[in-house]
């Protein structure tokens, strides 16, 4: 079974990852969207929407918005904010969801990469790419590899909420693997998280197959420049033929 299917459904998921930043991600939409200017009727998709904070943000920003996820209990939390403008479905972002309908599509907070076989990260892009209307454009926000990979912690403990997470990190056939360990009432439980090291020139060679042309590459949440050394994210904002 693919990791993420168990682990994004599991409360301890949301546990260990508490701790992300709601209003880092506010400045980063909000500095997205000062930067693109899209039309305020503008349609909207998330990719991989988890429960929907950057969704449910750019709605409350006026625009038009659907997030899409495979998580069944997530999704399920996010339809308690649906409204007129802004809808959620369980669905797989390999899978080709509308066509030649959103202005913008976003992939945020590596939330690609996760599939065992790099053909089916091709997917993900090419189904972005046949959502997006003519000169829309796709935003993918990834860790920068190169920096993560020469700084990798092989193990560490994080303690949230009284459970400690064991956690330990390795690199195998270029994927990134990290195993969480953990004990609560008695019972131990063990997850993993597998995401392919996908590279600037793998993303250069999945939008170019999907008809994408790169506009803009950033190295952070304020859009500075992207340095393969020293960013802490890689973000590419695409646009379609």
């Not at 992300?20 to 990719?47: C, H």
């Not at 999907?210 to 859009?223: E, M, P, R, S, V």
Request: with cysteine; charged share 30%.
């Amino acid at each position: 079974m693919d990791w993420f299917k168990s682990w994004f459904d599991s409360p301890y998921y949301h546990l260990l990852y508490k701790h992300r930043n709601d209003a880092e991600a506010k400045v980063f939409l909000d500095t997205i969207i000062n930067f693109l200017e899209p039309p305020g009727n503008s349609n909207m998709l998330d990719q991989a929407c988890g429960k929907g904070r950057h969704a449910k943000y750019l709605n409350s920003l006026g625009f038009d918005v659907t997030g899409i996820d495979l998580s069944k209990q997530s999704i399920a939390d996010c339809k308690k904010f649906e409204n007129e403008h802004l809808e959620f479905y369980v669905h797989d972002m390999r899978r080709i969801f509308r066509t030649n309908y959103f202005n913008l599509v976003f992939n945020i907070f590596t939330s690609i990469g996760y599939f065992r076989h790099d053909h089916d990260q091709q997917l993900a892009v090419d189904s972005a790419a046949i959502a997006l209307k003519k000169s829309g454009k796709y935003i993918i926000d990834f860790m920068n590899v190169v920096k993560v990979l020469r700084e990798l912690k092989k193990e560490e403990t994080k303690t949230v909420d009284s459970i400690s997470f064991d956690i330990h990190k390795k690199v195998e056939h270029g994927f990134i693997i990290k195993k969480i360990q953990f004990t609560d009432s008695g019972r131990n439980y063990e997850f993993e998280e597998v995401v392919q090291a996908i590279t600037l020139k793998d993303f250069e060679r999945y939008f170019q197959h999907a008809g994408l042309t790169i506009k803009n590459i950033f190295g952070n949440y304020t859009l500075d420049k992207f340095d393969e050394q020293r960013s802490e994210r890689l973000i590419i904002i695409a646009e379609k033929k």
